[in-house]
Every structure is written in structure tokens, then in C-alpha cells.
């Protein structure tokens, strides 16, 4: 796995700047266009903002179906329409931390969302779907298109 063998970085977007961490507050919308989604929206306070390989984001896919509407997609950080900026910071300067803007970005689905009507809460334990260093990596290692050392 990249992640874990250190060859690639990466972060879990979900904080939005009108929302903070109230998830139900999130307005980033993701939108089927063919077999592509198209992400438009913002996240801040992400870690690793300028490091990052790829994301995992947070995205309203389905405003009708309430909770159940959202979906985690594998964002690599190289895609057309990605852009950050840096936040200055205080305190902890060991890691950056940063401001996301996704516009009209085209990503495929990648397996990390979950099926249609499915509330991200379904599974016993509680938590997300697809959450967890394991479980992420996983995904990206299978569908991100993202650079790797050999390739950068």
C-alpha cells in the first residue's frame, strides 16, 4: 500500500467553512455526469493540504435522501478543477493545514461511496462507509490515478 510504505500522502476532507463539523451542514455537491462525478464545493481546515496524494471527501450526492445522501469519493489531488490554499497558523507548524476548492472536478467512482439509499451509518460498527487508514488506502491503491514516485 503506498500510504503506508510512505510513497503517498493523504487527507480526509470533510470540515466545509460554512459547516464546520457539522456534517449535515455540507454543501459540497458531487453530481453523476455519465459514469464520472462532478465535485463542486470547498473543505478547510484539511490536513496535509499541500502534501496530499489524494483525498477522501465528503459529498452530498443525493439532497433528497437526507443522510443517506452522502458519499466519501477518492479525489486524487492532481485533478483538473483541485486547488488549495495554505491557512496561517499559531500553534503546530509541523503539518500543513489548508483550504480545498473543487471546481467542476471530474473524478470516477472508485468503489469508496456507498450504494445508493444507503445511509453512511449503516454498517453495525456506526461508523462512515469506507473509513479507516485500512480501508482508504485500499481504495486509493486500487482507483487513484495519482502519482506515485515512479511517475512524478
Known amino acids: 500500500m503506498p500510504a503506508i510504505r510512505g510513497e503517498m500522502v493523504s487527507a480526509i476532507a470533510?470540515?466545509?467553512?460554512?459547516?464546520?463539523?457539522?456534517?449535515?451542514?455540507?454543501?459540497?455537491?458531487?453530481?453523476?455526469?455519465?459514469?464520472?462525478?462532478?465535485?463542486?464545493?470547498?473543505?478547510?481546515?484539511?490536513?496535509?493540504?499541500?502534501?496530499?496524494?489524494?483525498?477522501?471527501?465528503?459529498?452530498v450526492t443525493d439532497p433528497e435522501a437526507g443522510h443517506a445522501g452522502f458519499s466519501q469519493i477518492i479525489v486524487p489531488t492532481n485533478t483538473a478543477g483541485v486547488s488549495y490554499d495554505l491557512l496561517d497558523?499559531?500553534?503546530?507548524?509541523?503539518?500543513?493545514?489548508?483550504l480545498f476548492f473543487f471546481e467542476d472536478v471530474s473524478s470516477k467512482p472508485n468503489g469508496s461511496s456507498p450504494p445508493s439509499g444507503s445511509s453512511p451509518t449503516a454498517r453495525s460498527s456506526g461508523r462512515p462507509h469506507a473509513t479507516g487508514p485500512g480501508t482508504a488506502s485500499s481504495l486509493a491503491r486500487r482507483s487513484c490515478p495519482c502519482r506515485t514516485p515512479s511517475s512524478s
Open 14 to 59: 470533510v470540515t466545509e467553512p460554512d459547516a464546520g463539523s457539522d456534517v449535515a451542514g455540507i454543501r459540497t455537491r458531487a453530481v453523476r455526469d455519465g459514469d464520472d462525478w462532478v465535485i463542486n464545493g470547498s473543505k478547510i481546515y484539511i490536513t496535509n493540504a499541500a502534501t496530499a496524494d489524494w483525498l477522501c471527501l465528503l459529498a
Open 89 to 98: 497558523k499559531i500553534g503546530y507548524w509541523g503539518s500543513d493545514t489548508g
